[in-house]
């Protein structure tokens, strides 16, 4: 079992930055996939990022160049770095494990993140 709890969302101008922590419990931390996902009203939840136990990175097209996902192992976290943001990035983000390839098995409670114009 994999808990997990993000922090660090919030209200900020379009143009503006925000890093999303998320805090994982147990031992393999550092064998898991970890995601973050995004859900805005009425749409579906969608991928945002992804980073693999070697370290390497996937991201939605709509991100690209504008977030960073990262991990420290030792402190068991996963970390999402937005810059440049707009509105159309506000969402609930959530953070998620993978204990296979790509196939999310758990998932936090989500943070609110909002960009105002």
């Known amino acids: 079992q994999v808990q997990l709890v993000e922090s660090g969302g919030g209200l900020v101008q379009a143009g503006g930055s925000l890093r999303l922590s998320c805090a994982a419990s147990g031992r393999t931390f550092s064998r898991y996939t970890m995601g973050w996902y995004r859900q805005a009203p009425g749409k579906q939840r969608d991928l945002v990022a992804g980073?693999?136990?070697?370290?390497?990175?996937y991201y939605a097209d709509s991100v690209k160049g504008r977030f960073a996902i990262s991990r420290d192992n030792a402190k068991n976290t996963v970390y999402l770095q937005m810059n440049s943001l707009k509105p159309e990035d506000t969402a609930v983000y959530y953070c998620?494990?993978?204990?296979?390839?790509?196939?999310?098995?758990?998932w936090g409670q989500g943070t609110q993140v909002t960009v105002s114009s």
């Open positions: 980073i693999f136990s070697d370290g390497s990175t």
């Open positions: 998620a494990a993978a204990s296979t390839g790509r196939k999310y098995d758990y």
